[in-house]
């Protein structure tokens, strides 16, 4: 099993422009989440989901967006990218909803 | 409202000297309680979690963990230290209510190790 994979690793945006991070499961985990992490601040979470076709927010979810069509996938849209952005990602799996989550890499963005 | 916190910032210990890091959680009930721990550069690895039962629990590369319900707290202990766990450490809780897959960490506490 790969784990769950993030890609890219590194990006850097200028202020306005969109992208995607791609999030992906191999172990048919139905809850997976997105969080960000800011020096000082620990991980927030931006959104969740508990199953393919449905997401919900979580603590910072302004200026994000997310969709899970399928079990294994869960990417994250950038619409109009900020400086305030600025941050490391990362996302997590979980077989059920109160247990250990699994972290992919994550992926260090820079919006300038 | 639900909280996770860590008092201490940035910790430096000796080689071979006993760690304990410090976690604090506002929350009614007895949440779901873990500790994971991330090196420069990597993702988040699970060292231990706390669900019920004992309430000293064993983890990974010789963790413990100590539930204590009357302090809220859930604190990390390590008898002695290696130069390889100098890393950051993050608390975080799961409420109990909720089976969402969502965590509530700490501000992590950064562990460096002197020769």
């Known amino acids: 099993n790969a784990g769950v994979t993030q890609t890219p690793k590194f990006q850097v945006l200028k202020t306005g422009q969109s992208m995607t991070l791609q999030c992906a499961q191999d172990?048919?985990?139905?809850?997976m989440s997105w969080y960000r992490q800011d020096p000082g601040m620990g991980l927030r979470l931006i959104h969740y989901?508990?199953?393919?076709?449905?997401?919900d927010q979580g603590e910072v979810p302004n200026g994000y967006n997310v969709s899970r069509s399928t079990t294994e996938d869960f990417p994250l849209r950038l619409l109009s990218a900020a400086p305030s952005q600025t941050s490391v990602y990362f996302c997590?799996?979980?077989?059920?909803?109160?247990?250990?989550?699994?972290f992919g890499p994550g992926t260090r963005l820079t919006v300038l | 409202a639900q909280s996770v916190t860590q008092p201490d910032i940035h910790i430096t210990v000796s080689e071979g000297a006993s760690l304990e890091l410090r976690c604090n959680y506002s929350y009614g009930a007895t949440p779901y309680l873990f500790w994971y721990v991330q090196s420069p550069g990597q993702g988040l690895q699970l060292l231990l979690k706390y669900f019920s039962g004992d309430t000293l629990v064993q983890g990974i590369k010789g963790f413990e963990a100590e539930f204590k319900r009357s302090q809220s707290s859930f604190n990390l202990r390590k008898p002695s230290v290696h130069w390889s766990d100098a890393a950051e450490y993050f608390c975080?809780?799961?409420?109990?209510?909720?089976?969402?897959?969502?965590?509530?960490f700490g501000q992590g506490t950064t562990l460096q190790v002197k020769p």
């Open positions: 989901s508990v199953g393919a076709g449905i997401t």
């Open positions: 997590a799996s979980s077989l059920v909803g109160k247990d250990t989550q699994y």
């Open positions: 172990m048919n985990h139905e809850y």
């Open positions: 975080a809780v799961a409420p109990w209510s909720s089976n969402t897959g969502k965590l509530i």
